[in-house]
């Protein structure tokens, strides 16, 4: 081995072709009517209808156990629908997170009566979740948060305030990560707990934040005496942050890590005219970037399915995958000269338009740049 | 896991205590300053890797370039001063031309010559890589409009002397009016561009056993090296060039195995694109990091860093450049179309 990290191979071979074509056939017709600013916003972007198209297809929760609405499909059959739909340009935020991570996580650590009644709902595209997790005084040092779970007869009652909440305007239920119990000498990692909150209880609002695009899609999302009831607590009180920890070997390695910009190079081919060495050379080079990441990407996918926990390996593919992505704008700026309008009648432009502005949150949604160097630095012993 | 890559594991961890006692700096200057280890090469050659990807029927060991892959990484990690990867790589070329391998060491020259209805060779093949040590040299040759490889005896041959980047020996070599000791016809498709990919993947997985070699040489000198009363390791701006530097190192490393494994899926052409344009760009990116976490030192000939930051450099450039192979992925991937570009990505 050639690095402290493990790399080993993993190809998904063509008998996932069949499924593949399928999934093109399904999201061609869709992609027709988007424009290219909508097509930029691929899993970013919310569609509640079309999230209930890809469930009726069966393509939310697929790996899940069949007594909860899943296929029990395989993780690499998962990975061949999401790449393909994120490669479309499909918007996924509407079961996004439901599928990449709260399912997985009640499946883990919740009650089985919330698996029921949850789960197949994931499944069918109809129930949209958000994350509460950053913090107006907490940001990448997340374990500061400070809002506050107290325990109360039946339940809890929550306190507080989370920032930058993406989707919590169209979401049914949150995950929120609260700060409990009454020791305050322990540790500030121990005493955090994670919590199901539905967004319609009384006491809880959401206030919209635009962002840089012009567009509202993360928010503010206030706590004033919110009750949970106790079978809402999401795993053991005060062990949140291990829960957390674990979620994100998955999360940081994934299509969306390095394809948010992807439907920029076919586009930008067919612009390219005749391409001169330049063009050609850089053209090659973002194309060897993306496979060599989708390879690691793909390692990683079957070190969790060997039951490893690949933490390191994950936040170097988001690094990199982040990197990569950001650098995709600029690679059409250098071979066409693209302007600044943003046109509806001109695909390139109008997605353009949206990911110059959009990329620079690329390397702080999900762990800031610094924050996943730090990681990778602490695995080289540097720390 | 197959016998072959428990067999290919085995070998690599053969070629790796081997080097790991064998190889010393004043080796590598030895070897730059044209004293070529015999005693080394043997035993390496003892190992049975010169044959790895030589089919057993033609007396080879028939592996495949995936299980080879860490040999060869190997190779890269210790910047062995002997041409062992070079040698295994023509015999490769030997048997795919149904010609039989040979003993000792084998350089290959990437120019195109002409054989005339005599046999005769026209033409210089340049920058020959390791030829000084070998007595043997293959080159191409166009007859009657077919490729052709041609072996051979560098005794037969006019050698001029060519600086290189990595040092080791290099030489143009004249071979107008010599007959090669043996000549067999390509297979159909076997053009200048497939014998090129074979050192490209080759040298691909010489960067990335480098990489991750330069890697572990960095974090030991950070974590040693102190200045304003600590060691700079605790520094983040370093803690974070390093990080840079293992990614670097594991994109090369990923980019190895995928170049490997199209090697064995008769694309080598792709996986030389695909790898030397991304573990071409890991070399640049990592010897300027590499560099700069060791300060002063590491610009000293008497530092070892530079035995490794001369390979990478040497290794992108010297199968034609990283630059020139991503050139050919992106004429590729941009004579394909917009609408072509995923389903090539995804194909397995
Ligand atoms: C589009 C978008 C969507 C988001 N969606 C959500 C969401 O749904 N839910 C949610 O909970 N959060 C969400 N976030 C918030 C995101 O998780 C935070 O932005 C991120 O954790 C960084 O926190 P911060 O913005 O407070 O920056 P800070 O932590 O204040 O960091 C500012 C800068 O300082 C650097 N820095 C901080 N600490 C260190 C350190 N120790 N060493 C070196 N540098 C350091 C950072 O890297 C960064 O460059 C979203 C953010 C964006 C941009």
Redesign the interface.
């Known amino acids: ?5 493990n ?3 993993v ?4 008998a996932y ?1 069949p499924l ?1 074509q399928e999934v093109r056939e399904f999201v061609s017709p869709f992609r027709d009517t988007w424009s290219g600013w909508k097509i930029a916003h691929t899993w970013g972007g919310i569609d509640k209808e079309f999230s209930k198209a890809v469930g009726a297809k069966g393509w939310i929760g697929m790996t899940w156990p069949k007594t909860y609405g899943g296929a029990e499909r395989s993780q690499f059959e998962r990975y061949v629908v999401v ?1 393909e739909l994120i ?1 479309a340009g499909a918007p996924l935020a509407a079961h996004w997170v439901g599928d990449r991570q709260t399912g997985p996580l009640l499946m883990r650590y919740g009650s089985e009566d919330l698996r029921q009644s949850l789960l197949p709902r994931i499944v069918s595209g109809e129930l949209t979740f958000c994350i509460g997790l950053s913090e107006p005084n907490s940001g990448s040092d997340l374990a500061s948060v400070r809002s506050k779970a107290e325990k109360v007869e039946g339940g809890y009652r929550l306190n507080g305030q989370k920032i930058w909440t993406s989707g919590a305007h169209v979401s049914d239920f949150m995950i929120g990560l609260f700060r409990s119990g009454a020791d305050k000498d322990a540790p500030k990692h121990a005493g955090l707990s994670q919590f199901l909150i539905d967004m319609r209880s009384s006491g809880l609002s959401v206030r919209p934040i635009t962002d840089l695009t012009g567009e509202h899609h993360f928010n503010e999302v206030h706590f004033d005496n919110v009750f949970v009831p106790d079978n809402h607590l999401i795993g053991e009180e005060g062990n949140a942050w291990k829960q957390v920890v674990s979620e994100l070997a998955f999360e940081r390695s994934q299509p969306d890590r390095f394809l948010s910009c ?1 439907v920029l ?6 612009e ?1 005219g005749t ?1 001169d ?1 330049l ?7 973002s ?10 990407s793909l ?1 990683i996918l079957g070190q969790l399915e060997a039951g490893k926990v690949p933490a390191q ?1 994950a936040a ?1 593919v988001k ?2 995958g982040n990197t990569y992505e950001q650098k995709q704008p600029a690679l059409v700026r250098e071979l066409i000269d693209a302007a600044h309008d943003i046109r509806p009648s001109h695909t390139l432009s109008d997605a353009l338009g949206y990911l110059t502005q959009s990329v620079p949150s690329y390397s702080l949604r999900g762990g800031t740049r ?1 924050i ?3 990681i ?2 602490k ?5 | 896991m197959t016998t072959e890559t428990d067999i290919a594991s085995l070998i690599s961890q053969q070629l790796d205590r081997l080097l790991a006692a064998q190889v010393t700096p004043e080796k590598r200057k030895a070897v730059e300053s044209g004293q070529f280890d015999t005693a080394l090469w043997q035993e390496c050659e003892a190992l049975g890797l010169t044959g790895a990807l030589v089919p057993e029927s033609a007396g080879g060991t028939g592996l495949s370039w ?1 299980d080879i892959a ?1 040999s060869l ?1 190997v190779l ?2 210790h910047a062995a001063p002997v041409p062992l990867g070079e040698t295994l790589v023509a015999n490769h070329v030997l048997s795919a031309a149904g010609m039989a391998m040979v003993a000792g060491p084998v350089a290959t020259g990437f120019d195109m010559l002409t054989l005339d209805a005599q046999g005769v060779l026209h033409g210089a093949a340049k920058s020959v890589n390791w030829a000084p040590v070998c007595p043997h040299i293959i080159v191409l040759a166009q007859h009657q409009g077919q490729t052709h490889l041609c072996l051979l005896r560098s005794s037969d041959l006019r050698l001029a002397a060519v600086n290189t980047l990595s040092r080791e020996p290099a030489v143009d070599v004249a071979c107008d009016g010599v007959k090669p000791i043996a000549t067999a016809a390509l297979p159909e498709g076997f053009s200048q561009t497939t014998l090129l990919a074979h050192f490209a993947v080759l040298h691909t997985a010489q960067i ?2 480098a ?3 330069m ?2 040489l960095c ?1 030991q000198y ?2 040693d090296r102190v200045q304003f009363e600590r060691p700079i ?2 520094f ?1 701006a ?3 060039a ?3 530097l ?2 670097e ?10 170049a490997c ?1 199209k090697a064995d899926a008769q694309a080598i052409e792709h996986g030389a ?3 030397m ?2 573990a071409g ?1 890991a070399a640049t990116l990592g010897a300027e990091i590499a560099h700069q976490v060791f300060g002063a030192i590491g610009f000293t000939d008497e530092h070892s860093l530079h035995y490794f930051t001369r390979r990478l450099w040497q290794w992108r450039a010297s199968a034609r450049s990283d ?1 020139w ?7 590729k ?2 004579s394909a ?3 072509a ?2 389903p090539n ?2 194909a ?1």
Not at chain 1, 265 to 270: F, S, T, W
Not at chain 1, 279 to 285: C, M, S
Request: charged share 20%.
């Open positions: 081995m050639s690095s402290p990290f790399f080993d191979r190809v998904l071979s063509d072709d593949r790449e490669a992807f190079l076919p586009m930008l081919i067919d390219l391409p060495r063009a050609k050379r850089r053209v090659g080079e194309v060897a970037d993306l496979i060599v990441l989708r390879e690691m390692s390996e170097l690094d990199l610094e996943l160097r730090g990778i630095a695995g080289l012993g540097l720390k | 995936a860490p990484m890269g990690k990335a056993g990489l991750g070699h890697l572990a974090v950070a974590n390791a605790k983040q370093i803690q974070h390093l990080a840079q293992a990614s190192a594991a994109a090369s490393q990923a980019a190895a195995g995928f494994s694109m695909v790898g344009s991304r760009r630059q192979w991503s050139e050919q992925l992106g004429a991937v941009i179309g917009g609408g570009v995923w990505i995804v397995a």
